[in-house]
């Protein structure tokens, strides 16, 4: 069975918030091969019971009442740009989320969320080139040797690590870093 596509977060699987497992969805039901094991936000307990179809399609949110990241942090707070209230609950009750050290944050450019790539370390980042690196550094404030000892320091495993996402519209980068 196919995965659906999820317009603001690039690739569950490789983020790590979707994975394989045959557990059977609290939602619909389902055993479909694979579950989210991203954060829940429901009175329910919903930890790792949810398929991505359920997200996807809604069923999730309608049923549970279930959001997949704080509404408020889309937009880090109101330090981001804002977005419209329909793209709002597309990420928050539609979109796989990650988990973070602190609250997570979503990412917010041209008037619309960014789509989320996944939490990158150092050796990710690098990868990713000098447009991925430098929204990383302006999160953090830091400039010369204490930036360069912070950035050799992330690790998408381990704390710091940073969130990335890309921009749907011009394709910039952006996110932030956090710890523990």
């Known amino acids: 069975m196919e995965l659906p596509k999820f317009k603001y977060h690039e690739d569950p699987i490789a983020s790590g918030n979707i994975i394989e497992a045959d557990t059977a969805c609290a939602c619909c039901g389902k055993v479909g091969g694979y ?87 150092h050796k990710e980042l690098l990868a990713y080139g000098p447009e991925a690196i430098s929204p990383i550094q302006a999160s953090t404030g830091l400039m010369d040797d204490a930036w360069q000892r912070q950035f050799v320091a992330l690790d998408k495993n381990g704390s710091p690590s940073a969130y990335l996402f890309r921009c749907l519209k011009c394709g910039a980068f952006g996110g932030y870093q956090d710890c523990d």
């Open 35 to 121: 579950v989210y094991i991203g954060p829940v936000y429901a009175e329910a307990e919903l930890d790792e019971t949810l398929c991505p179809w359920c997200i996807a399609d809604g069923s999730a949110h309608d049923r549970f009442g279930a959001s997949f990241i704080d509404e408020d942090g889309i937009g880090d707070y109101g330090n981001w740009e804002a977005v419209p209230d329909g793209v709002v609950r597309e990420v928050a009750h539609r979109t796989p989320g990650f988990s973070g050290w602190q609250q997570e944050r979503w990412w917010t450019h041209c008037g619309d969320a960014g789509a989320f790539v996944g939490r990158v370390g």
